[in-house]
């Protein structure tokens, strides 16, 4: 161990001879280090990840008191927005709030500059930043007055876009701005640390309809709160759903809905969750085994120290001494490996990050921070102790008198070696069935979600969306007006050959649903009124969309807001409420305005993993809304973006344009998550496939080794070469066996912490489970037959000389 200066601390000495143990093998330290920098930086990368998203509090102060208000009436509306009458109803009588804040938000357009820029607008109540413990930076927020009709016409605008929009102008206060073409007063700027939840650009008063405080139908705003510091959730749940039931019992269309008050951050999260835990678990189990490869070399390397641990126990080292020094030496590596590590971890966090879906949440709120930093020093050191005790031990049980023999082989250490060795092998192999059989099912899943038929044909086609804001298409006709305006000119396009409108496209954000009645409905209760998803479509909308016609005709140029209204239906809603013949038949969307079933056609999937409800079609010259997404069908030709913006801008050079893009990227979007999880997921179980077959050929190898008499015996004695390579392969066998057996009890606990992410197979899917363990023992298999035919050359003079 070498002299310790006079007065030097012990530690201190372990630590210098610690290093000088490393410098004398470059090539046992490098490959610690490597080992350990990949498992390490991969765990340290996802916790950062983790951290950010689900255990770092959201950006406002005391957001633990933060909730959001949901309701729900399943099955058709598990998790819905509240009535606009809730809110009012629970404003006035709930105590538990020390604030309550309604909030819709939607897309709007910054003109005045050389183009249109789409901005993401959120209109809130005036309490809106007060809940939130956060006011503007810059200015003031609103007012009570400013929620008042005639004052609204203020702006509070987020940090971001005064920089990228304004230049980050001082004198930005009490200037004007044109959203939609409408001038607004800019009275505040929030600071750069405020993140709203829907990334928000700008933020208006919301002024509400006269009515909307009787309205128990209308479901188009968001509603959260912030609890009194003396309330809990339990007593916010109790306090809502009392008032909520008092409301149904004189309300019909309150009934049937129930209410929920969620923490907001669990609101933001609660997708992620599941996915985002079981990865980071992936990474610790990634570590695991890097560690216990480690722990493998350490253990070959002992080899060759053990005339060494033997004269210094002989010269009067205790045991104690020998494993000090020895774990000193692991830690130091371990250490090193996570400085590398934090290398890895910064640079695996950029990947992550650019893996994850734009819609991934809070993504603008992970960093490599310094918790990211604690967390790996002190990982580090875990590591160290973790891997490095055993051998430590392991190696510091030597018999003297039998090591300072020449030729002594230290039999019964060899044999608990073996058995640590084998006991490795197995926890790789059971970790790493774990592993592949969760990328396994999401592969699967996404294989059958991309093979979902949505019901329309989305190569060849490309989706746009506008808005018609109120101030500027302030009725139905001059919506309808412009609409058919815009179709026109975007069909006049080269290649072009059909363009429809809709409020909505499929996969697209958002949607619209209405309570409908058949004559068989007519004596329902409104309370008890079925729904349906509402598109309202221009003429041309099922050609561009190849949505195929079932029954009856498509609209029609005279199915005008003159004309008798009329209505389409899907296959499942005209089985469902017709048996199967629609046409004809009657239905009201609302009120006692009845449209004639003139058609029926196919359905249509809104989420791929999802079941296809009811969906009611009308005329976009009979009822339409502020918004319209165009559909361009051009099949083989060639449709420029440019040419698209150039096409509207002719028709209103102040329209921003929003989600231009090819039909097939919002499908695919819509699965976006489930993409993000199988490749995190395909990374770290290939990682641990690799790390597990380089640990069944080191314990193999080092298991022939440690058996070169025996197997040149064997050959000397008449075994044909392939019985030794049958005796070393099934014993290896054996270990990946037992790890295949372990490691399906962890893949069942896994796929039950995924199974919200499943589609198309079960969470026990056979093939999924038989695949990957024929996997992994073919590749074990042959992981463990390059030492097993090296066994087979052993030559017995050889081994006799070296005796």
Same mark, same amino acid.
């Given at each position: 161990?070498?002299?310790?200066?006079?007065?030097?601390?012990?530690?201190?000495?372990?630590?210098?001879?610690?290093?000088?143990?490393?410098?004398?093998?470059?090539?046992?330290?490098?490959?610690?280090?490597?080992?350990?920098?990949?498992?390490?930086?991969?765990?340290?990368?996802?916790?950062?990840?983790?951290?950010?998203?689900?255990?770092?509090?959201?950006?406002?102060?005391?957001?633990?008191?933060?909730?959001?208000?949901?309701?729900?009436?399943?099955?058709?509306?598990?998790?819905?927005?509240?009535?606009?009458?809730?809110?009012?109803?629970?404003?006035?009588?709930?105590?538990?709030?020390?604030?309550?804040?309604?909030?819709?938000?939607?897309?709007?357009?910054?003109?005045?500059?050389?183009?249109?820029?789409?901005?993401?607008?959120?209109?809130?109540?005036?309490?809106?930043?007060?809940?939130?413990?956060?006011?503007?930076?810059?200015?003031?927020?609103?007012?009570?007055?400013?929620?008042?009709?005639?004052?609204?016409?203020?702006?509070?605008?987020?940090?971001?876009?005064?920089?990228?929009?304004?230049?980050?102008?001082?004198?930005?206060?009490?200037?004007?701005?044109?959203?939609?073409?409408?001038?607004?007063?800019?009275?505040?700027?929030?600071?750069?640390?405020?993140?709203?939840?829907?990334?928000?650009?700008?933020?208006?008063?919301?002024?509400?309809?006269?009515?909307?405080?009787?309205?128990?139908?209308?479901?188009?705003?968001?509603?959260?709160?912030?609890?009194?510091?003396? $309330?809990?959730?339990?007593?916010?749940?109790?306090?809502?759903?009392?008032?909520?039931?008092?409301?149904?019992?004189?309300?019909?269309?309150?009934?049937?809905?129930?209410?929920?008050?969620?923490?907001?951050?669990?609101?933001?999260?609660?997708?992620?969750?599941?996915?985002?835990?079981?990865?980071?678990? $992936?990474?610790?189990?990634?570590?695991?085994?890097?560690?216990?490869?480690?722990?493998?070399?350490?253990?070959?390397?002992?080899?060759?120290?053990?005339?060494?641990?033997?004269?210094?126990?002989?010269?009067?080292?205790?045991?104690?001494?020998?494993?000090?020094?020895?774990?000193?030496?692991?830690?130091?590596?371990?250490?090193?490996?996570?400085?590398?590590?934090?290398?890895?971890?910064?640079?695996?966090?950029?990947?992550?990050?650019?893996?994850?879906?734009?819609?991934?949440?809070?993504?603008?709120?992970?960093?490599?921070?310094?918790?990211?930093?604690?967390?790996?020093?002190?990982?580090?050191?875990?590591?160290?102790?973790?891997?490095?005790?055993?051998?430590?031990?392991?190696?510091?049980?030597?018999?003297?008198?039998?090591?300072?023999?020449?030729?002594?082989?230290?039999?019964?250490?060899?044999?608990?070696?073996?058995?640590?060795?084998?006991?490795?092998?197995?926890?790789?192999?059971?970790?790493?069935?774990?592993?592949?059989?969760?990328?396994?099912?999401?592969?699967?899943?996404?294989?059958?979600?991309?093979?979902?038929?949505?019901?329309?044909?989305?190569?060849?086609?490309?989706?746009?969306?506008?808005?018609?804001?109120?101030?500027?298409? +302030?009725?139905?006709?001059?919506?309808?007006?412009?609409?058919?305006?815009?179709?026109?000119?975007?069909?006049?396009?080269?290649?072009?050959?059909?363009?429809?409108?809709?409020?909505?496209?499929?996969?697209?954000?958002?949607?619209?649903?209405?309570?409908?009645?058949?004559?068989?409905?007519?004596?329902?209760?409104?309370?008890?009124?079925?729904?349906?998803?509402?598109?309202?479509?221009?003429?041309?909308?099922?050609?561009?969309?190849?949505?195929?016609?079932?029954?009856?005709?498509?609209?029609?140029?005279?199915?005008?807001?003159?004309?008798?209204?009329?209505?389409?239906?899907?296959?499942?809603?005209?089985?469902?409420?017709?048996?199967?013949?629609?046409?004809?038949?009657?239905?009201?969307?609302?009120?006692?305005?009845?449209?004639?079933?003139?058609?029926?056609?196919?359905?249509?999937?809104?989420?791929?993993?999802?079941?296809?409800?009811?969906?009611?079609?009308?005329?976009?010259?009979?009822?339409?809304?502020?918004?319209? $997404?165009?559909?361009?069908?051009?099949?083989?030709?060639?449709?420029?973006?440019?040419?698209?913006?150039?096409?509207?801008?002719?028709?209103?050079?102040?329209?921003?344009?929003?989600?231009?893009?090819?039909?097939?990227?919002?499908?695919?979007?819509?699965?976006?998550?489930?993409?993000?999880?199988?490749?995190?997921?395909?990374?770290?179980?290939?990682?641990?496939?690799?790390?597990?077959?380089?640990?069944?050929?080191?314990?193999?190898?080092?298991?022939?080794?440690?058996?070169?008499?025996?197997?040149?015996?064997?050959?000397?004695?008449?075994?044909?070469?392939?019985?030794?390579?049958?005796?070393?392969?099934?014993?290896?066998?054996?270990?990946?066996?037992?790890?295949?057996? +372990?490691?399906?009890?962890?893949?069942?606990?896994?796929?039950?912490?995924?199974?919200?992410?499943?589609?198309?197979?079960?969470?026990?899917?056979?093939?999924?489970?038989?695949?990957?363990?024929?996997?992994?023992?073919?590749?074990?298999?042959?992981?463990?037959?390059?030492?097993?035919?090296?066994?087979?050359?052993?030559?017995?003079?050889?081994?006799?000389?070296?005796?």
């Amino acid at each position: 161990m070498g002299q310790r200066g006079p007065g030097e601390h012990p530690m201190m000495h372990d630590l210098r001879f610690a290093f000088r143990q490393l410098v004398k093998a470059p090539g046992f330290t490098l490959a610690v280090l490597l080992t350990l920098a990949g498992g390490i930086g991969a765990c340290v990368a996802i916790f950062s990840v983790v951290n950010g998203v689900l255990l770092r509090p959201l950006p406002y102060p005391e957001s633990d008191r933060l909730v959001v208000i949901r309701e729900s009436n399943p099955p058709a509306f598990p998790d819905f927005r509240p009535a606009s009458a809730h809110y009012f109803e629970w404003k006035e009588a709930a105590t538990q709030f020390e604030q309550l804040v309604a909030v819709r938000g939607g897309p709007r357009s910054l003109t005045g500059s050389s183009e249109p820029i789409r901005v993401r607008c959120l209109s809130v109540t005036p309490n809106y930043f007060a809940a939130l413990h956060t006011p503007p930076e810059r200015g003031r927020d609103f007012t009570a007055e400013d929620a008042l009709r005639g004052n609204e016409s203020v702006v509070v605008l987020s940090h971001g876009l005064w920089l990228r929009g304004f230049g980050a102008r001082p004198d930005i206060l009490e200037q004007s701005i044109q959203l939609d073409g409408h001038p607004f007063r800019v009275i505040g700027v929030m600071p750069q640390e405020f993140q709203s939840g829907d990334r928000s650009d700008v933020f208006t008063p919301l002024v509400w309809n006269e009515g909307a405080a009787r309205d128990h139908r209308s479901r188009f705003f968001d509603v959260f709160g912030r609890l009194r510091s003396s $309330a809990s959730l339990e007593s916010a749940q109790s306090e809502v759903a009392r008032i909520n039931e008092q409301v149904a019992a004189q309300n019909p269309d309150s009934r049937g809905w129930s209410v929920k008050v969620i923490p907001m951050l669990e609101s933001r999260v609660k997708n992620v969750r599941p996915v985002l835990i079981s990865v980071l678990g $992936a990474g610790a189990f990634l570590l695991l085994i890097a560690c216990t490869n480690v722990a493998n070399l350490l253990l070959a390397r002992a080899t060759t120290r053990t005339k060494e641990i033997a004269t210094r126990t002989a010269l009067g080292a205790s045991r104690g001494r020998i494993v000090r020094q020895l774990l000193v030496e692991a830690i130091v590596l371990a250490g090193l490996g996570g400085l590398l590590g934090l290398l890895v971890a910064h640079w695996g966090l950029g990947v992550l990050m650019s893996l994850a879906p734009e819609d991934f949440p809070r993504k603008s709120e992970v960093a490599f921070d310094g918790h990211t930093v604690i967390f790996a020093l002190a990982l580090s050191l875990l590591t160290g102790i973790v891997f490095g005790l055993v051998p430590a031990i392991q190696t510091a049980r030597v018999d003297v008198n039998e090591l300072l023999k020449d030729g002594g082989r230290g039999a019964s250490a060899t044999r608990r070696s073996q058995r640590w060795r084998g006991a490795v092998v197995v926890v790789q192999v059971a970790v790493t069935l774990v592993l592949l059989v969760g990328a396994g099912l999401l592969m699967r899943t996404f294989a059958a979600l991309e093979k979902v038929d949505p019901g329309f044909q989305s190569e060849g086609a490309l989706a746009v969306r506008i808005s018609m804001p109120k101030e500027r298409f +302030a009725t139905h006709e001059q919506r309808a007006v412009f609409t058919e305006q815009i179709t026109q000119r975007l069909a006049a396009l080269p290649g072009v050959t059909a363009v429809g409108a809709s409020q909505f496209v499929p996969f697209m954000e958002g949607g619209d649903f209405t309570y409908f009645r058949t004559a068989a409905l007519s004596a329902t209760s409104a309370a008890e009124l079925p729904a349906a998803s509402t598109f309202h479509v221009t003429p041309d909308y099922f050609k561009a969309m190849r949505i195929p016609l079932i029954h009856g005709r498509p609209f029609e140029s005279f199915d005008t807001a003159k004309a008798a209204h009329v209505a389409i239906v899907n296959e499942t809603m005209a089985r469902t409420y017709f048996g199967g013949d629609a046409i004809g038949k009657r239905i009201s969307g609302g009120g006692d305005d009845w449209s004639e079933i003139v058609g029926v056609v196919g359905d249509v999937k809104q989420e791929l993993d999802g079941e296809v409800g009811m969906q009611l079609y009308f005329p976009f010259a009979q009822i339409s809304s502020g918004y319209a $997404a165009f559909v361009l069908r051009h099949d083989d030709a060639v449709v420029q973006p440019d040419a698209v913006r150039s096409a509207i801008y002719e028709i209103d050079k102040n329209q921003a344009v929003d989600s231009l893009k090819p039909l097939p990227e919002w499908v695919a979007e819509s699965i976006s998550g489930q993409r993000f999880a199988m490749l995190l997921f395909g990374i770290f179980s290939g990682a641990a496939l690799f790390l597990s077959v380089m640990g069944v050929y080191s314990v193999t190898g080092y298991a022939v080794t440690q058996r070169e008499r025996e197997f040149s015996i064997r050959s000397a004695l008449g075994a044909m070469p392939r019985d030794i390579v049958r005796l070393v392969v099934l014993q290896s066998g054996k270990l990946i066996a037992v790890g295949i057996a +372990a490691g399906l009890v962890g893949a069942f606990a896994l796929a039950r912490l995924l199974e919200p992410f499943l589609f198309g197979i079960g969470r026990y899917d056979p093939l999924t489970y038989g695949g990957i363990a024929l996997l992994l023992l073919l590749v074990g298999g042959i992981a463990a037959l390059v030492p097993a035919r090296r066994a087979t050359r052993i030559d017995l003079m050889s081994v006799l000389r070296a005796e």
